[in-house]
């Protein structure tokens, strides 16, 4: 199958490329970068989109600006919201049926939040109201629902991935020393990470299983970061949030139990 892979040239796109093609997909990439197999173009054109996408079996829409704060916020909401929209229009007019896009646990306001906020319950679902104070979270939540109309209108199936934040094996003793050093900023992110890896195995898996319409999935790693066991940061942090309590004295805060069902995916 031919599949287009969006921000290839980024860290998780690079990884996403080298496995579809290690397991022998037809990939391409687009980037505004370029590099091997991709194919520089921004994701702001919607011709080049279109010319990029046209012959593919699927797209994994990866490029985006990953952050507040590097560009104006109306700049930052801007180019993430109109690229996802340009792809997934694209993808409707060339009937490309199946649609894998990085969200981000930052649709439910978290890191980014401006004013401090608290989730309903711990940890959190795909249920949980998203609340994003930020230019980044509110275009997350906006690419989601470009997505869910794309289901709706019976375009194909997509799939939202919600993954907080991204690390490495070389990167986990740094975010790990800081997460130590200065809890209370780590509570913003809820103490939470994924390895970069394990999320690239979860775009392969959204490209086979069968969707129904759109589905938004949350993916974290297991276990937080923080040397303090979980209760205890809750304890200090967030003490009036009702909490159901994981077997793992640093059990995570996010509940990944429907990415574990639905794609089989299981996180470090």
């Known amino acids: ?17 080298r496995k579809l093609a290690e397991r022998g997909d037809d990939v391409v990439g687009l980037d505004l970068e370029p590099g091997p ?6 994701l702001g054109d919607a011709g080049a989109v279109f010319s990029v996408l046209a012959g ?34 694209a993808a409707a ?20 939040q401006r004013v401090w906020s608290e989730p309903d319950y711990f940890p959190l679902t795909e249920a949980h109201p998203l609340r994003p104070q930020d230019p980044y979270g509110l275009s997350k939540q906006a690419g989601e629902q470009i997505a869910e109309a794309f289901a709706r209108a019976g375009d194909g199936s997509a799939v939202s991935l919600r993954f907080s934040h991204l690390v490495s094996e070389e990167t986990v003793p740094r975010w790990r020393q800081l997460m130590a050093d200065r809890p209370r900023t780590a509570a913003a992110s809820l103490w939470s990470h994924v390895y970069d890896d394990d999320v690239a195995d979860a775009c392969l898996r959204c490209l086979d299983v069968e969707v ?13 970061m923080a040397p303090q066991p979980t209760n205890d940061l809750l304890d200090e942090f967030f003490p009036h949030v009702p909490r159901t309590p994981g077997d793992d004295p640093h059990w995570s805060l996010v509940d990944c139990s429907l990415a574990r069902e639905t794609i089989g ?3 470090r």
């Open 93 to 112: 007019k060339l009937g490309i049926r199946r649609v894998v896009s990085a969200s981000s646990l930052s649709a439910y306001g978290y890191p980014f």
């Open 265 to 267: 995916w299981e996180p």
């Open 37 to 42: 197999r991709v194919v520089q173009a921004d």
């Open 1 to 17: 199958m031919r599949v287009v892979v969006t921000g290839a040239s980024g860290r998780l796109g690079r990884i996403v490329m």
């Open 56 to 89: 593919a079996g699927a797209v994994v829409h990866l490029g985006a600006i990953p952050a507040p704060g590097s560009l104006p916020d109306a700049i930052v909401y801007a180019k993430n919201v109109t690229g996802t929209f340009h792809v997934f229009d």
């Open 212 to 224: 129904d319409g759109h589905l938004a999935l949350l993916l974290t790693a297991a276990v937080t």
